[in-house]
Nanobody, 123 residues
Framework: QVHLVESGGGLVQAGDSLRLSCAAS????????IAWFRQAPGKEREFIVG????????YYTDSMKDRFTISKDNARNTVYLQMNSLKPEDTAVYYC????????????????WGQGTQVTVSS
């Protein structure tokens, strides 16, 4: 079992930056890939970026790599999502998720999910 807890969401203005945290506990994370997703109202859950815990390989989608950065702190068992130059269209609930080994784009491939944290960007 892996337990994930997101934090750091809130209300910000367009152009601001925000850093989300995903604290993981439970089984050793060395066998897992951790990813960030987001879901806006009425839209499907969307992959942002993922990281393989062992080795730190990062997996981006082209549309996200300019403003979103993932990192991890091994000592804290925490993965971060740095979001810069936020836009109103970034408003969504942001989730972290874990699956075996390598992050992939499809949400249904993930076994563990956090509860999500709301990010609202005002214009």
């Amino acid at each position: 079992q892996v337990h994930l807890v997101e934090s750091g969401g809130g209300l910000v203005q367009a152009g601001d930056s925000l850093r989300l945290s995903c604290a993981a506990s439970g089984r050793t994370l060395s066998d897992y890939g951790i990813a960030w997703f987001r879901q806006a109202p009425g839209k499907e859950r969307e992959f942002i970026v993922g990281i393989r815990w062992s080795g730190g390989t990062i997996y981006y989608t082209d549309s996200m790599k300019d403003r979103f950065t993932i990192s991890k702190d091994n000592a804290r068992n925490t993965v971060y999502l740095q979001m810069n130059s936020l836009k109103p269209e970034d408003t969504a609930v942001y989730y972290c998720a874990a699956r075996d080994y390598v992050p992939v784009i499809a949400p249904h491939e993930y076994e563990y999910w956090g509860q999500g944290t709301q990010v609202t960007v005002s214009s």
